[in-house]
């Protein structure tokens, strides 16, 4: 694993989840400080106590909720501060439902678009400026999207379409930045071994009249390569994407799904 200066900073939202916390590890074993972030401050404190030491990585945590305009800007200014800008942003922060279209209250669909979208949007328009008024070169804004976003998925409406807002979301934003030297790229996971997934197995398997594990085979099942992704491997891609090798890589979406979708 190469590793980089403590000097680059990540700020990671969603960091006490599953790909949050595998893409924390990540960087922070590569020298990178993190800025944890996560509205469950007892699942951040948890986590940063998990982390290896003997790194030349600085950890803090950030308790913030990540549709609350102004805790946003409070952080990012607050974490700019303490690391003397922001070189990377990874939007991890998501929540799925599992509940036919026809199901679907309002307040449920409000509230995946304002953690999955609405979210994305604000931590990237802070983080952004920020890279820009510090004239942050290379600068990174990394997007946790889904296959979901391309491939409809029953029962799952509301995430699927919060995901694809997500990825054209990301198309504009890397045009709009690219003259300040920074890429914005999403990564479309297929069915990541996280808390996250085992729950959706749990909620979605009777909708098709299926137990928690016939739906689990049920959807690997249909996966090429046959088995769910690790974070750990979405965490390599992260890395890789904010490398200096991927400097040319913006505005697009890259899919690991073991050939579940082919786009």
């Known amino acids: 694993m190469k590793k980089q200066s403590a000097t680059r900073t990540a700020l990671?939202?969603?960091a006490a989840g599953g790909i949050g916390k595998a893409v924390a590890a990540r960087f922070a074993a590569e020298g990178i400080s993190v800025a944890l972030v996560d509205i469950s401050?007892?699942?951040l404190a948890r986590f940063k106590e998990e982390l290896p030491s003997g790194t030349e990585a600085v950890v803090r945590a950030y308790q913030i909720d990540v549709r609350d305009s102004r805790q946003v800007v409070d952080c990012v200014r607050s974490v700019s501060s303490a690391f003397n800008g922001i070189d990377?942003?990874?939007n991890c922060a998501g929540i799925s439902t599992s509940h036919l279209i026809v199901d679907v209250n309002e307040d449920e669909w409000d509230k995946v678009f304002a953690?999955?979208?609405?979210?994305v949007f604000l931590f990237s328009k802070e983080v952004a400026k920020e890279m820009i008024l510090k004239e942050k070169k290379n600068g990174r804004i990394v997007n946790i999207s889904s296959q979901a976003s391309k491939i409809g998925e029953l029962g799952n409406g509301a995430y699927s379409a919060s995901k694809a807002a997500v990825n054209s979301f990301t198309q504009?934003?890397?045009l709009e930045l690219a003259q300040y030297g920074i890429s914005v790229t999403?990564?479309?996971?297929?069915?990541?071994?996280t808390e996250m997934m085992r729950?959706?197995?749990q909620e979605r398997g009777p909708i098709e009249g299926m137990t928690p594990q016939e739906y689990e085979r049920k959807l690997v099942s249909t996966v090429p390569l046959g088995r769910m992704v690790q974070p750990d491997e979405i965490a390599g891609l992260v890395s890789y994407l904010c490398s200096k090798e991927a400097e040319l890589i913006t505005g697009v979406t890259v899919t690991m799904a073991g050939?579940?979708?082919l786009i």
């Open 12 to 14: 990671i939202t969603g």
């Open 41 to 43: 401050a007892i699942d």
């Open 88 to 90: 990377y942003l990874v």
């Open 115 to 119: 953690i999955n979208i609405k979210g």
């Open 172 to 174: 504009v934003l890397g």
């Open 186 to 193: 999403a990564i479309c996971p297929g069915y990541v071994d």
């Open 199 to 201: 729950k959706v197995f």
């Open 259 to 261: 050939g579940k979708t």
